[in-house]
């Protein structure tokens, strides 16, 4: 099993840090939230997602700055992701009720984080079985009542008025092929990168990878703590193999792989080698944090939010990987 968390000692700083992102990060919406949702786009012939905005997440947007997608088949459907909120996820459901009224029989978190799983209910109470790996069901189970209780925070909401959602029932551990009627859909987790073993989903009828958060575009990616920045590169490379396929990131639009070579794989490589170089030379956290120019990826979005954030557990990672 890869290597899923930095040491536990790590400093009382860099925790607050991803409390801090955490509480700025959780755009729950109100129970009376709608509207939420346009209308998903058309991106192949079995695939269709909403294609979420860069911009922070706030009450006006309700939480609707990610990417979630549903695959249909002649016998049923495939979301991948569920969304923020409960209410989220009904609209979800009503949207794909204009396209077909097939039962939506799967649906997958493609990581642990908030946005990817926080609608499990409305999925669940649809029939759909939830998928997601062990590594990402632990950390859910770990980090659902801290997500809700900052959910809450952010909110202004009474404590304990958000509550963390129904985890996954399905544990994957190898690649495993779903049959929608006459369209495959390949799941395969993919080890360590944004998030402990996060899950891809193939479409090889359309040629198309729904990525989730392995691939960011427009905006600047986020390393948490959970993070194995190194071991991202690697599941990049693998993406590689899959010639002539459009991704679906987790963030930004469908496109290419090479759309994605500066906003993740390069911002990545520059970040892990540069800490990489640092802990081996002896120089502290602070100091390395100081010395990277990011300077280069200041235009992404949330690039003010994030970038010291990367550099300070990108070190932390390094630092591991040294021992």
Known sequence: MPKTNIPAA???????????LILL?????????????????????????????????????????????????????????TGYTREMADEMIAHIRNFTPLPIRYAVNSNSQPHRHFGNEAFHAAGAELISTPEEIARMADMGGMFAQFGAQALGLPDGSVKAPLSPVTGLTAARTLDLGGVRVMLRPVGGNHTPNSVIAEIPADKIILAGDVLYSGRLLAIL???????????????RDYKGYTFVPGHGRPAALWDFEFPTYRYLAETWTHMIRAVKAGVGLDDAVKAFDQSAFAKLANFELLAGVNANWAYQQAEFEAL
């Open 25 to 81: 990060a959780q755009p729950w919406g109100r129970a009376d939230a709608a509207g939420i949702l346009p209308a998903p786009e058309k991106v192949s012939d079995h695939v269709y997602a909403w294609i979420g905005p860069l911009d922070g997440p706030n009450k006006k947007n309700r939480g609707y700055r990610m990417n979630l997608s549903f695959v249909v088949g002649t016998q049923a459907v495939l979301v991948f992701d």
């Open 10 to 20: 790590v400093g009382r700083a860099a925790r607050g840090l991803v409390l801090a």
């Open 225 to 239: 703590d959970v993070s194995r920045t190194g071991h991202w590169l690697k599941v990049f490379d693998k993406l």
